[in-house]
C-alpha cells in the first residue's frame, strides 16, 4: 500500500456502502453468464462512481460472451432489449421494476474489447478481446479501468487505478502516447474528467496531449462536441478548458478560445480577455438557479454564451491614440464567429442561434448605465433579448468583472434598476408579448387592402408605436394608421 493508505481505506470503505446497495437483478445477470460459462463484470464509471460514494444509475458490463450470445442471455433476463451498440458488441436491456418498489433496471453489455482507431480513419476499429484485464487496458484513465466481477463482487484493478483515484490524478492505463494514438478523443476526455471530477491530469498524459494535439482532427465533430458539452457542464468546467489551452488541443477544437490570450502591455491597458472570459463563466454558473428558477442548472447555453461573449476582440482590437484600446463592434463580430465555430462543432440550430444572440446583445446594458432608457427602450431590450432575457440578465451581470468596487456596485445598482423596471412593465403591459392594438385582419379592413407587403409595413409601423408609447387603444391606434396611412400615399 502506499503512503496515503488512510485515503485508500476510506475509499474502500465508501465503495462497500454503495456496492451493497447493487440491484439483486444485477447479481442475477451475473450468476445468469456465470451459468452459461461466460464472465461479466461491473466496469468503468460504476466502480469508480462507488468509491467515490456515489450510486451510479448506469450501469455498464463487460462480458467475455460474443454479441449473439450476450443477447440471447440478456433476452431471458429483461423485460425488453436492443441492440443498436452491436457494431461497438454492446447490448442493452430493461427489467421492468419488479424488486425494487417500481424501479427499471438498465444495463448495457459489451463483449472484451481491443480496438482502436486507423490513422487515417475517424471511427475506431472494433476487434474483440478475450480477457478482462486486456479489456481494462485498453480503457481511457485508470481510474476507470477498474472491475467487480459478478455474482462474486471481486475487485479487480490492474493498473493502479484505486491508488490513482486516491490521490486524484488521471493517468492512462498503458503508454499514454499509445493510448491516444489509438484514440485521440481521450484527450478530451483528459480534460472532461478534470472538469467533472476535479482531478489532475499526471505529466506524461499532459505531454503525451502536447504531442499529439493535431491527431484530434481525425475525430469527429460530434464527439468532440459531446465531450466538450459534457465538460462545459460539469462542476468545474475551468478546470478543463485549461487543460485544453495549456496543452494546445484547444487549438483545434475551439481555437477561438486560446485566441484571447491577449498580450497585456506594460501599462496594462486591457484585461487578459481570455481570464476574464473564465471568470465569467464561473460566476454565470453561480447565478443558474435549481430546477423550478428562471435557468435551471446546469445550462449549456448560458455557459457556451459566457465563455464566447468576448471572442470577437481579438479581431476589433485597435491601439488609440493616448494609449488606449478599443474593440469596436466587437459583439456583433464575435456573434458570427460563435455561429460559424459552433456550427462546425455540429451544434442545434437552436443552440447556435441562442448562443450568437446572446454574444450580439451582451453589450446592449451598458448604454442603460451611461443614461437613462425610456420605455421604449426597456422594451425593445426586453422583445430583442425573447426568450433568452433571462439568461441576458445572467450573463450581463456575470460580464461585470471590475475589481474597482465602486464602479461594480454602481453597475450591479444599474441593473437592478433595470430589472425592476422590467418587471413593472411587465406587470402593466405583459410584454412578454408586445403586439400591434390593431392585427392584420383589422389593418386590411380599416385601410381596404389584401393580404400583401403593405399589411406587413403597416403592421411593423403600428408595433414601432407600441414600443414607443406603450399600448395606444383600438381608436387611438386607428388615427395613428390612417395618418401614416395618408402620409405614407
Given at each position: 500500500m502506499p503512503d496515503d493508505t488512510p485515503s485508500l481505506l476510506a475509499l474502500q470503505k465508501r465503495a462497500l456502502g454503495v456496492l451493497a446497495t447493487l440491484p439483486a437483478d444485477a447479481l442475477e445477470l451475473g450468476e445468469l453468464f456465470r451459468d452459461a460459462g461466460h464472465e461479466l463484470a461491473l466496469v468503468g464509471g460504476p466502480v469508480r462512481d462507488a468509491f467515490l460514494g456515489r450510486a451510479s444509475s448506469d450501469l455498464d458490463f463487460t462480458t467475455s460472451a460474443t454479441p449473439d450470445e450476450t443477447q440471447a442471455l440478456l433476452a431471458r433476463w429483461g423485460d425488453a432489449h436492443w441492440d443498436i451498440g452491436r457494431e461497438f458488441g454492446t447490448i442493452g436491456a430493461r427489467r421492468f421494476g419488479r424488486r425494487r418498489g417500481g424501479e427499471d433496471v438498465v444495463v448495457e453489455v459489451t463483449t472484451y474489447r481491443t480496438d482502436a482507431y486507423d490513422p487515417?480513419?475517424?471511427?475506431?476499429?472494433?476487434?474483440?478481446?478475450?480477457?478482462?484485464?486486456?479489456?481494462?487496458?485498453?480503457?481511457?484513465?485508470?481510474?476507470?479501468?477498474?472491475a467487480v466481477r459478478l455474482p462474486e463482487l471481486t475487485f479487480v484493478d490492474p493498473f493502479g487505478g484505486l491508488e490513482d483515484l486516491a490521490r486524484r490524478t488521471l493517468r492512462t492505463p498503458v503508454?499514454?502516447?499509445?493510448?491516444?494514438?489509438?484514440?485521440?478523443?481521450?484527450?478530451?476526455?483528459?480534460?472532461?474528467?478534470?472538469?467533472?471530477?476535479?482531478?489532475?491530469?499526471?505529466?506524461?498524459?499532459?505531454?503525451?496531449v502536447v504531442e499529439q494535439a493535431e491527431r484530434i482532427a481525425i475525430v469527429s465533430a460530434e464527439r468532440v462536441r459531446d465531450?466538450?458539452?459534457?465538460?462545459?457542464?460539469?462542476?468545474?468546467?475551468?478546470?478543463?478548458?485549461?487543460?485544453?489551452?495549456?496543452?494546445?488541443?484547444a487549438d483545434h477544437v475551439?481555437?477561438?478560445?486560446?485566441?484571447?490570450?491577449?498580450?497585456?502591455?506594460?501599462?496594462?491597458?486591457?484585461?487578459?480577455?481570455?481570464?476574464?472570459?473564465?471568470?465569467?463563466?464561473?460566476?454565470?454558473?453561480?447565478?443558474?438557479?435549481?430546477?423550478?428558477?428562471?435557468?435551471?442548472?446546469?445550462?449549456?447555453?448560458?455557459?457556451?454564451?459566457?465563455?464566447?461573449?468576448?471572442?470577437?476582440?481579438?479581431?476589433?482590437?485597435?491601439?488609440?491614440?493616448?494609449?488606449?484600446?478599443?474593440?469596436?463592434?466587437?459583439?456583433?463580430?464575435?456573434?458570427?464567429?460563435?455561429?460559424?465555430?459552433?456550427?462546425?462543432?455540429?451544434y442545434d440550430k437552436a443552440t447556435v442561434q441562442a448562443v450568437a444572440r446572446l454574444t450580439e446583445l451582451h453589450l446592449r446594458f451598458h448604454g442603460y448605465g451611461e443614461g437613462g432608457w425610456t420605455d421604449s427602450a426597456v422594451r425593445r431590450y426586453v422583445t430583442d433579448a425573447g426568450p433568452l432575457l433571462e439568461r441576458?440578465?445572467?450573463?450581463?451581470?456575470?460580464?461585470?468583472?471590475?475589481?474597482?468596487?465602486?464602479k461594480a456596485q454602481r453597475l450591479s445598482a444599474a441593473y437592478d434598476d433595470l430589472e425592476e423596471r422590467i418587471a413593472r412593465l411587465k406587470d402593466q403591459e405583459e410584454l412578454d408579448s408586445i403586439r400591434p392594438d390593431l392585427d392584420g385582419t383589422q389593418i386590411m379592413a380599416i385601410l381596404g387592402?389584401?393580404?400583401?407587403?403593405?399589411v406587413g409595413e403597416a403592421y411593423k409601423f403600428l408595433l414601432a408605436q407600441r414600443m414607443e408609447h406603450g399600448p395606444l387603444g383600438p381608436e387611438r391606434a386607428e388615427s395613428e394608421l390612417r395618418a401614416w396611412w395618408s402620409a405614407r400615399s
Open positions: 487515417t480513419s475517424r471511427k475506431p476499429e472494433v476487434v474483440f478481446g478475450d480477457s478482462l484485464e486486456g479489456d481494462l487496458s485498453r480503457r481511457d484513465f485508470t481510474v476507470n479501468s477498474m503508454d499514454p502516447r499509445q493510448s491516444f494514438d489509438d484514440d485521440p478523443l481521450r484527450m478530451m476526455r483528459a480534460a472532461r474528467f478534470a472538469a467533472q471530477l476535479g482531478f489532475t491530469v499526471d505529466d506524461a498524459a499532459l505531454a503525451a465531450e466538450l458539452s459534457k465538460l462545459l457542464l460539469s462542476a468545474q468546467p475551468r478546470l478543463g478548458l485549461q487543460v485544453l489551452v495549456e496543452t494546445g488541443l475551439l481555437p477561438e478560445l486560446p485566441a484571447l490570450r491577449l498580450e497585456i502591455d506594460e501599462h496594462h491597458r486591457h484585461k487578459d480577455v481570455y481570464e476574464h472570459s473564465l471568470t465569467v463563466l464561473d460566476k454565470a454558473i453561480a447565478l443558474e438557479t435549481g430546477p423550478d428558477g428562471a435557468v435551471p442548472g446546469p445550462d449549456l447555453v448560458l455557459r457556451l454564451a459566457a465563455l464566447l461573449h468576448d471572442i470577437g476582440k481579438p479581431r476589433t482590437r485597435k491601439f488609440e491614440p493616448g494609449g488606449g484600446v478599443s474593440f469596436h463592434h466587437h459583439e456583433m463580430v464575435g456573434a458570427k464567429l460563435v455561429a460559424k465555430r459552433l456550427k462546425a462543432l455540429r441576458l440578465h445572467r450573463l450581463t451581470r456575470s460580464d461585470c468583472t471590475t475589481r474597482n468596487v465602486r387592402l389584401k393580404p400583401g407587403r403593405e
